[in-house]
Every structure is written in C-alpha cells, then in structure tokens.
C-alpha cells in the first residue's frame, strides 16, 4: 500500500485560507468515507482534526474543515492563525493494511 | 480521561528486539481497537499495525515477521515487540486509540524513542 499524496508545504497570511490535498486511489480515499487529518507540532504526538471526511472532534475549531471529491481529500484552513503552524497529514481506511499521506508543513507567514 | 502512557525511551543494538508497552485509563479497554504508528526523524508517520479487542492483530507487509503486538486486558495494556533491530528503525513509536475502528486517531500516546546504534 503506498503512501497517499499530499503537497510538501502550504502556506497563507494570519486570516486567509489554506487548503492540502491528499490523494489517494479507489482502494483507499476514494473507496471509503474513511478519511482523517491530524495536525502535529514539532516534538509532540499527532492530534485528530478531523474524521470521516468532515467531522471534527469536540474542541476542533471550526476554522477546520474537511472534503472529499473522487480520489481526492482536502482539508481547509480558515482565517489562519500563528497556532496552526504544524505538519498536517491526512489517513484513509484501506481495508487492512491502514495508510498516511506524505504530509504538508503548513506555514503561517 | 483518557490516557496513554507509553514506556520509556530505549537504546538497542543492531539485531536486538524490543518491547514497548502502552498502558490505557479512562475508557472501556476492551471495546476499541488499538493502532502502532512511527515516525523516524525529521519523516512522516508510518502505519505499523493494529490489534482488536479479541486480539486479533493486523500488520505493515514490511514488518511482518519482525512484529508482534498483544494485549492484556487485566492491566488495560497493549505490547508492541520488533525484532531483528536496525538503523532504519530509529524511530519515535506511538500508540493511537481507534475511536471509530476505521482509523480515526482520537487519542494517542506521549510516544516512545527507540535508538538502534552500535
């Protein structure tokens, strides 16, 4: 199972928008309702933004959103914010074995 | 509330094995799925494997072979063992609670450094 793929870097001003991809196949992304994003801070555990494609876990933000077209999942940013600076990647259920994407180092200039 | 708390860092030489527990409070242990995640440094997360409730585990193909995971209900806890050790699997290990059983991380472990080194 390779990995999903996701852009290495995305970046926006305090405020605006950002958006990552991660693109999978039919087997994984495109074949379930089953995709997350987890935000990770340098040094610290991976935390869950959002799941089953647009759900977000109590206490996310709503500036989060998740989507899903195709092979294809995104995730929006909202009215960025200097805290949301973090790698991001996004994970699909693929059946057995389960599979990350790349990751994307989200920069708020 | 729900914790993870994982075992200590550990220093292992080339061909070695290792065990890493990651004990869990604050919830039903027997009803979720358990997932071992690692990132070796400055990459990205990998997928190592996952062990059921039943026990019943699943694992990474370019792991199978190397990796066991168990669990003991008596003491809500749940084993990762890697064996035939090297460098490339320099890395910070984590256990990740599947709150949907379709892969959705809600809560993770602190993690775990393992050094293989020579």
């Known amino acids: 199972q390779s990995a999903l793929t996701q852009p290495p870097s995305a970046s926006g001003s305090p405020g605006q928008s950002v958006t990552i991809s991660c693109t999978g196949t039919?087997?994984?992304?495109?074949?379930?309702?089953?995709v997350s994003w987890y935000q990770q801070h340098p040094g610290k555990a991976p935390k869950l933004m959002i799941y089953?494609?647009?759900k977000r876990p109590s206490g996310v933000p709503d500036r989060f959103s998740g989507s899903k077209s195709g092979n294809t999942a995104s995730l929006t940013v909202s009215g960025l914010q200097a805290e949301d600076e973090a790698d991001y990647y996004c994970s699909s259920y693929a059946g057995s074995p389960y599979v990350f994407g790349t990751g994307t180092k989200v920069t708020v200039l | 509330q729900v914790q993870l708390v994982q075992s200590g860092a550990e220093v292992k030489k080339p061909g070695a094995s290792v065990k890493v527990s990651c004990k869990a409070s604050?919830?039903?242990?027997?009803?979720?799925?358990m997932h071992w995640v690692r990132q070796a440094p400055g990459q990205g997360l990998e997928w190592m494997g996952r062990i059921n409730p039943s026990g019943g585990t699943g694992y990474a193909q370019k792991l199978q072979g190397r990796i066991t995971m168990t669990r003991d209900t008596s003491t809500s806890t749940v084993y990762m063992e890697l064996g035939s050790l090297t460098s490339e699997d320099t890395a910070v290990y984590y256990c990740?609670?599947?709150?949907?059983?379709?892969?959705?991380?809600?809560?993770w472990g602190q993690g775990t450094l393992l050094t293989v080194s020579s």
């Open positions: 604050g919830y039903t242990f027997s009803i979720y799925h």
């Open positions: 039919s087997s994984d992304v495109g074949g379930y309702n089953y």
């Open positions: 990740a609670r599947d709150g949907g059983n379709h892969g959705d991380y809600d809560y």
């Open positions: 089953e494609v647009s």
